[in-house]
């Protein structure tokens, strides 16, 4: 049985289908406001603390205010709607205020992925905000499938590595280290990213896209994704798919995930 779509509008709960917001806001009109997608693991929220931690941040950086207590009470509300099914969900807050919550079913993954490179330019205002203006990365997906892969991996104009559209990514470069795009270089500060970062020896910098075309195996981490490995970019298939390397990372995630879901924290813990 597929998990319910449920949806809180400011803590009023109701079938997704059936869910409105006012056209009058910016949320809609403008994509001016900000989000967060959670996996969810028999009803329970990974790292939710994290999320709002970070939806926050992303707010106050385009000076929208998060009524946080009031969301946590709205999630755990619909959390309880939703029963003990796996899923995950998205957190919204609108230029108006608006507070949405939804549970959603999974989207459907391949054990593997391809990756076609997409020149994007990040915008510095934006930089590490996780807004609702999503339309280039979603646009970037597309240019990726138009060219026979699954998924984009975003490069700036100067060929330096950013991320892929809803994920971050790892390599085994030439040189036989595993490294990944550093904040710096102008990419969301993922937690997935993070958690995966602290059980592995990795490099952190920025790298040319040439190192990404010469890895010897490579992978995607996301909430959503977990680890994924991919199995091709631009074309050019990766000798090892799974790696060792890719293997230790869906390992280490694994354990992390055991144990944090094995913590029982309640709703906004860290």
């Not at 803590?11 to 917001?21: D, F, K, R, S, Y």
């Not at 920025?206 to 075309?213: A, F, G, N, R, Y």
Request: hydrophobic share 40%; net charge negative; aromatic share 4%.
């Amino acid at each position: 049985m597929a998990a319910a779509e449920l949806a809180s509008i400011d803590g009023e709960i109701a079938p997704t289908a059936e869910a409105q917001v006012p056209v009058d806001d910016d949320g809609l009109r403008r994509g001016d406001g900000v989000f967060e997608v959670i996996r969810l693991y028999r009803g329970r929220c990974f790292a939710l603390g994290e999320h709002l931690d970070r939806l926050e941040r992303s707010a106050a950086a385009i000076e929208l205010g998060v009524a946080r207590p009031e969301l946590e009470t709205e999630i755990a509300a619909l959390l309880e709607r939703f029963g003990d099914d796996d899923g995950q969900l998205r957190l919204i807050v609108t230029r108006a205020g608006r507070r949405l919550a939804f549970t959603e079913a999974l989207p459907a993954r391949g054990e593997t992925v391809s990756l076609a490179v997409v020149e994007y330019a990040p915008s510095i205002i934006l930089t590490g905000v996780k807004s609702l203006s999503y339309a280039a990365n979603m646009q970037a997906t597309r240019i990726a499938k138009s060219r026979g892969a699954d998924e984009a991996v975003l490069v700036r104009p100067d060929g330096i590595v950013l991320e892929p559209p809803t994920s971050t990514i790892f390599w085994v470069s030439p040189e036989g280290g595993l490294r990944t795009p550093s904040i710096t270089s102008g990419i969301l500060e993922s937690i997935t990213r993070a958690k995966v970062a602290r059980q592995l020896h990795v490099e952190e910098g920025e790298w040319q896209v040439s190192d990404l075309h010469g890895a010897h195996e490579a992978f995607l981490a996301s909430t959503t994704r977990e680890v994924q490995p991919v199995s091709a970019i631009d074309g050019r298939e990766l000798p090892e798919v799974p790696g060792p390397l890719t293997q230790e990372a869906i390992d280490a995630f694994a354990g992390v995930l055991s144990e944090e879901l094995a913590a029982d924290q309640p709703i906004g813990g860290d």
